[in-house]
């Protein structure tokens, strides 16, 4: 396993970070979600990721489980919040109300007293983003967590809240954007934005939601038992699902032959290569997806490679940075 810092701050991270959305607490049981996590540090990976939402709250207690026993000071635990975690008004967004109530339940279930990051899952377009941020700044000095961060927040987004963040005194390090070979929308703003600011990337779906696997092919239904066949995660992938994207896609894979890599491990290793990238986050459903992905830290790919790479998938590469998009204010 390679680390690297997350952005200008002084927290060191696994550069392969492990994530439970979808998967724990809804894909797959917690007997099975408990040996990918094992796989993961054994594996080498410090770093977990998850949120309040993902299965209605049951994945951070599974993860929560899973790492019971570890020494804590050896691991990076990251979650979120926004997303509704309740049936109340309340219970969804960024308000005061709303983070400071959802920091107590996400330690709750992850068995910590604090989280290395909390982040912003999206921005709150029906709260004043100064309320948001105190209310950040208070749980960092209360202890509660050591580092903020945004995800799928725009340039003009993070620009403001970082500004805000430096007033108050405290580190807003991180953006997790959905970021791969064919969704590269944050290359335009985000990241020249991070850079400056010294913030890094945790990417997101590195593998296009499996679609740069290879799995899925041209004209064929999509396997049983794979992500687009699940409910949740099949609305995520679905228009990925055309012949052109597959065609192009398959393609790669005597890129990755020549590489040595498989073409989950050179999509994986693709998001690495971007400089403001701090780690790519994986999951799985079974432990040998971790020890096959995790395969990709510390590669290095040529340009010669990128560059194939760029001339295969260019035409249906997504790079329009409008669609990194956050729900609209509520009535």
Sequence with gaps: ??????????????????????????????EAAHACVRAALEAGITTFDTADVYAGTRAETVLGDALKGQR????????????????????????RKHIL????????????????????HRYDHSTPLEETMQAFADVVRSGKALYIGVSEWNAAQIRAAADLARQLGVPLISSQPQYSMLWRVIEAEVVPACEELGIGQIVWSPIAQGVLTGKYLPGKPPPAGSRATDPVG???????????????????????????????QLAVAWVLQNRNVSAAIIGASRPGQVEENVKAAGVKLDDGLLKRIDEILEPVVRRDPKLTVSPPKRP
Excluded: C
């Design 101 to 120: 109530e959802s920091i107590n339940g996400s330690l709750r279930r992850l068995q910590t007293d604090y989280v290395d990051l909390y982040q912003a």
């Design 72 to 95: 804590r000071e050896g691991l990076e635990i990251f979650t979120k919040v926004f997303w509704p975690t309740g049936p109340g008004r309340n219970d969804r967004g960024l308000s």
């Design 234 to 264: 099949g609305n995520f992938v679905k228009e990925l699902l055309n012949d052109d994207v597959l065609a192009r896609v398959r393609q790669l894979a005597p890129l990755a032959q020549e590489a040595g890599l498989t073409m989950a």
């Design 1 to 30: 396993m390679e680390f690297r810092h997350l952005g200008r701050s002084g927290l060191v991270i696994s550069e392969i970070a492990y994530g439970n959305w979808i998967t724990h607490g809804n894909q797959v049981e917690a």
